[in-house]
């Protein structure tokens, strides 16, 4: 069995088969041929923790990306990272573009490298990743199994100047929770085209393993780090931050009515012992997801009863832990700044607007609690309210509980050290880009 890994940045799940009026008929085509996950979350809302979490199987804190790759921090060992883990058990090991687990992609143990490694990432760099990966499908010899992550820089900012023809900011909305103003339709906009051009190129892969019979004997996986890059979203644990897209097709080998549409609670660190379990693979020791076979098939309605998502750095520091059930959610800060830290949130149009109008002076709390039943948008915090004083508690508790289990950093005293050579803004950096370094 082959596994192909199709992945972007920033997308969450505005694309069109969550419903949003973002035109993208590949990834349509694909969730109609395959199985749409419309409750994936990721491991931390943060670019590195994330896909280190999906692709070794463990939390961002167990696995050591706590912070970005590109800014000095590591995993505590690349042979836990699965293409290493493929590598032993004979895969043929292939990247083409975005990885953002290690700060050289030779680091990661891929055995072809297909991209470029210089010149600016944008939609031609993607374009041109995504003609390479699909040469390579329709070269491969059929007799040994590969495994081909295909990354895409889009959706991430810096967004296209040009927008597409078909997009038109005056009928845009913006993504919830931002203000209907024209700089955020013009946003927004920008992003469309950009969703636009990631379909694109996750066409060109899809179509070269139709043209070629590969797909027959491929597990497809189409996801994203974590939710867009706007204001309250991307670096978040609100679901507009640890809400992700995940479209899976399986291999024409797996029995059993797939089901179209998945509303089960799953993690991106289940896809790990999924792909051992689809390729007949041993399963190593230190995952801590579940495999979600169960889900694909049909036998099972559920396989787990919460999923936990964490950020301890990004750009800058900011400890914040969650466990989130079907209904409920709780947040929890680990430090003492209540203000929001503006260098976590990426620079843009929908960030200026907010920022000239008070964000960074609003307050947040220490905790929050969420009915998601009653308040899917996150609005009503719950967790000083007596009626809810059960469901705070036992949340409370299973939080803790799993910090302890996974040996979480933050339940030593005091802030989570860096490594030695990496970088962080302090918190109160107004950019990502301002080398103000704590």
């Known amino acids: ?44 809302p943060t670019c590195s923790p994330s896909r280190s979490a999906l692709l070794t199987g463990m939390a961002p804190h167990s696995c050591g990306m706590i912070g970005l790759a590109h800014r000095g921090f590591r995993l505590n060992d690349v042979n836990q990272h699965l293409v290493s883990h493929l590598n032993r058990h004979g895969y043929e090991t292939v990247l083409s573009g975005i990885q953002h687990e290690a700060k050289q992609d030779e ?9 470029e490694r210089q010149g600016k990432r944008n939609h031609e760099w993607d374009r041109q990743n995504a003609e390479r990966a699909a040469d390579f499908i329709s070269r491969h010899p059929k007799d040994r199994p590969f495994f081909l ?15 597409h023809s078909a997009v038109r900011p005056e009928y845009v909305m913006p993504p919830f929770p931002l203000a209907d103003t024209p700089d955020n339709r013009r946003d927004m906009a920008a ?11 996750a066409g060109i892969v899809l179509d070269a393993l139709k043209e070629t019979g590969a797909e027959r004997e491929t597990l497809i996986i189409f996801t994203t780090d974590h939710g867009i890059a706007f204001p309250k979203m991307k670096c978040q644990l609100y679901d507009t931050g640890i809400g992700v897209s995940l479209i899976i097709k399986p291999p024409a ?26 390729a007949q693979l041993p399963k190593p020791e230190w995952l801590q997801g579940r495999s979600i076979v169960p889900l694909l098939t049909g036998e099972s309605a559920s396989i787990r009863d919460e999923i936990y998502s964490e950020v301890t750095y990004h750009a800058a520091y900011e400890p914040m832990r969650c466990i989130r059930t079907e209904r409920y959610k709780l947040i929890r800060r680990f430090d003492d700044r209540p203000q929001w830290v503006p260098a976590n949130i990426d620079d843009g149009p929908s960030k ?13 709390e220490q905790e929050q609690l969420f009915d998601l039943y009653m308040d899917p948008v996150e609005r009503v915090n719950l967790a000083h309210n007596e009626r809810y004083q059960a469901v705070y508690t036992d949340l409370r508790d299973r939080l803790a509980r799993w910090m302890e289990e996974t040996g979480d950093p933050l339940l030593q005293q005091g802030k989570v050290l860096k490594p030695e ?18």
């Not at 992550?149 to 927008?163: K, Q, V, W, Y």
């Open 149 to 163: 992550s295909f990354g895409m820089f889009g959706t991430h900012r810096e967004f296209p100047d040009t927008l």
């Open 191 to 201: 992003y469309m085209t950009s969703a636009m051009n990631i379909d694109e190129c």
């Open 421 to 438: 050579g990496a970088i962080a803004n302090k918190q109160s950096s107004l950019s990502p880009k301002m080398q103000d370094y704590e």
């Open 253 to 278: 080998s797996i029995s059993g009515a797939h089901p179209k549409v998945v509303d089960a609670l799953v993690s991106q660190l289940d896809l790990f012992p999924t792909m051992c379990e689809l």
């Open 352 to 364: 200026s607007f907010l920022v000239q109008h008070g964000f960074l002076e609003e307050q947040r």
């Open 107 to 115: 680091e990661l143990g891929y055995q072809r490298i297909l991209h």
């Open 1 to 44: 069995m082959n596994i192909v890994y199709i992945h972007t940045h920033d997308t969450g799940r505005f694309i069109q088969p969550y419903g949003y009026a973002v035109d993208t008929p590949n990834l349509m085509r694909l969730a109609e041929e395959g199985v749409l996950f419309r409750h994936a979350y990721n491991a931390g």
